[in-house]
């Protein structure tokens, strides 16, 4: 059974930095392709990380730069470290597998000053 627990959002101001955590259980993070997604109020939800099982990783243009998402196999977790954190950035932000419908209940980041 698929589980996702994000976690790490707040509020920061412009230019600040978070790490977002997201724990995985019922499967190996390692295994599957996984991806950051983020949705700000009135928006679709678009994909802004992804990570591939060898290790690749792709940034919408938006983020490019910014945000850097990585693993920890030990720990089964997926990070998404996000600096210079801009306004445009505020949204809820989850996390997701590659094959799989399940979506965790997200953390909310807010930039703002």
């Known amino acids: 059974q698929v589980q996702l627990v994000e976690s790490g959002g707040g509020l920061v101001q412009p230019g600040g930095s978070l790490r977002l955590s997201c724990a995985a259980s019922g499967f190996t993070v390692n295994r599957y392709r996984m991806f950051w997604y983020r949705q700000a109020p009135g928006k679709e939800r678009e994909a802004v990380a992804d990570i591939t099982t060898s290790g690749n990783t792709i940034y919408a243009d938006s983020v490019k730069g910014r945000f850097t998402i990585s693993r920890d196999n030990v720990k089964n977790t997926v990070y998404l470290q996000m600096n210079n954190l801009k306004p445009e950035d505020t949204a809820v932000y989850y996390c997701?597998?590659?094959?799989?419908?399940?979506w965790g209940q997200g953390t909310q980041v807010t930039v703002s000053s």
């Open positions: 997701k597998r590659y094959g799989s419908s399940y």
